[in-house]
């Protein structure tokens, strides 16, 4: 399971990353926030996928970006839904993480969970 996540977690890293990077790089002035957000998920993404591979090295450094994943992808989505007018370029996070599938949404949940369940088999 710790490699599967990790995967996703590499994967999402480089496609969050890459896409801000080209928006900013070439429409920067029609959604800063938008894109300087979907920059910010991809460096938590960066940051997880880090975590999650140095295992129990690496467990706090994963436990804090799922976390702040969780609430970014959970405010996001409710902001860009009640104020659509406020992102008119869709984020990562957009309505949830509608435009990648709700992987977005779905992936902080199994994160914690595996890292709060491989906490507990291993200390207790």
């Not at 977690?9 to 990077?21: D, E, P």
């Not at 090295?57 to 959970?74: K, P």
């Amino acid at each position: 399971m710790g490699r599967v996540l990790t995967f996703v977690y590499g994967v999402f890293a480089l496609s969050a990353t890459a896409r801000a990077c080209v928006q900013i790089a070439t429409k920067f002035d029609q959604a800063p926030v938008a894109y300087l957000l979907s920059l910010l998920a991809g460096l938590i993404y960066i940051a997880a996928s880090v975590g999650l591979a140095l295992g129990p090295r690496g467990r706090n450094l994963a436990l804090v970006c799922c976390s702040i994943e969780l609430v970014g992808v959970i405010a996001v989505g409710i902001i860009s839904l009640a104020v659509p007018e406020a992102f008119p370029d869709a984020t990562v996070w957009s309505e949830f993480g509608q435009g990648y599938g709700y992987v977005p949404l779905v992936l902080p949940f199994l994160g914690l969970t595996y890292l709060l369940r491989r906490r507990r088999s291993t200390f207790g």
